[in-house]
Nanobody
Framework: VQLRESGGGTVQAGDSLKLSCVAS????????MGWFRRAPRKGREFVAL????????SYADSVKGRFTASRDSAENTVYLDLNNLKPEDTARYYC??????????????????WGQGTQVDVSA
């Protein structure tokens, strides 16, 4: 499975972006898709996840109410809408696919496949 993110860019605080993650596998049947980010000099941080079958979502407290995860199963694509962006949202954003049952999908080790990431830079 190859995952390819797109949609990053350089924006100002308060702006919005829509990230996309397209999967190459046909059929594409993960259990959960996750979004993580890595800021300079920081570790990888969970951002959001979406259950591929139920469409249920979960978010990190730092982005709750501002970011929205969604998916288009027909297009093998997951999205992350980033609204009201803040400078602290500056990071490289990665999508990941999990094909296994785990208790906690907010940790990177629960995911089997990762994309290369797309950079988001937010200026004050």
């Amino acid at each position: 499975v190859q995952l390819r993110e797109s949609g990053g860019g350089t924006v100002q605080a308060g702006d919005s972006l829509k990230l996309s993650c397209v999967a190459s596998a046909r059929p594409f049947t993960p259990l959960v898709m996750g979004w993580f980010r890595r800021a300079p000099r920081k570790g990888r941080e969970f951002v959001a996840l979406i259950d591929w079958r139920s469409n249920e979502t979960s978010y990190a407290d730092s982005v709750k109410g501002r970011f929205t995860a969604s998916r288009d199963s027909a297009e093998n694509t997951v999205y992350l809408d980033l609204n009201n962006l803040k400078p602290e949202d500056t990071a490289r954003y990665y999508c990941a696919a999990s094909y296994n049952f785990w208790k906690d999908y907010s940790v990177a080790r629960s995911y089997d496949y990762w994309g290369q990431g797309t950079q988001v830079d937010v200026s004050a």
